[in-house]
C-alpha cells in the first residue's frame, strides 16, 4: 500500500510522461524543477528539456511505456519500453529510418511537486542501438 504522498508522486510522474508522449516538451516545467540535476552533462530545465526535444525530433513517433515502476517516498524508479522511428539526427548519429525498441531505467526524486534528480540511461541505450546490426528477416 502506498501512502498519499507516494499516490502524488505517481500521478505527477503519469502526467509527466503523458507529456512526454504528446511530445508537449514545452509543457515540462509544470512537472520538472528549473535547477533539476541528474544524468545529463549540465542540469537545468533547459537543458532538461532540449535532450527530450532531441528524442522527440530525431524519432518523431516516439513513445515511452511503462513497464514496472516502484515508488518509494519521494523517489520513483521506473523501467520503460522506448519505441520510435529514426528520422532525425539524434546524439551524433545520422538518420537510419530503423524503427528501434528499447529499454530504459529511470530513477527520479521528487521534491515539492517537481523532479528535482532524474538519473536514467536512455541516450546511451538508444545510441547503441542505432549502432547496432539490425535483426536479420
Keep these: 500500500m502506498t501512502s498519499p504522498?507516494?499516490?502524488?508522486v505517481v500521478d505527477l510522474y503519469a502526467r509527466y510522461l503523458s507529456r512526454c508522449n504528446e511530445h508537449r516538451v514545452d509543457d515540462l516545467g509544470e512537472f520538472i524543477?528549473?535547477?533539476?540535476?541528474?544524468?545529463?552533462?549540465?542540469d537545468g530545465l533547459a537543458a532538461y528539456t532540449a535532450g527530450v526535444k532531441e528524442v522527440c525530433k530525431a524519432f518523431p513517433d516516439y513513445r515511452w511505456d511503462v513497464q514496472d515502476r516502484i515508488v518509494q517516498g519521494d523517489t520513483i524508479a521506473v523501467r520503460l519500453t522506448g519505441r520510435g522511428t529514426?528520422?532525425?539526427l539524434f546524439s551524433g548519429v545520422a538518420p537510419t529510418g530503423r524503427r528501434i525498441e528499447v529499454q530504459e531505467l529511470v530513477v527520479y526524486r521528487v521534491t515539492d511537486g517537481k523532479i528535482v534528480n532524474c538519473?536514467?540511461?536512455?541516450?546511451?541505450?538508444?545510441?547503441?542501438?542505432?549502432?547496432s546490426r539490425p535483426a536479420s528477416m
Design 119 to 131: 538519473w536514467g540511461d536512455l541516450f546511451p541505450v538508444v545510441r547503441d542501438a542505432l549502432r
Design 86 to 88: 529514426h528520422t532525425g
Design 33 to 42: 524543477s528549473e535547477d533539476v540535476s541528474g544524468s545529463g552533462p549540465v
Design 5 to 8: 504522498h507516494e499516490d502524488a
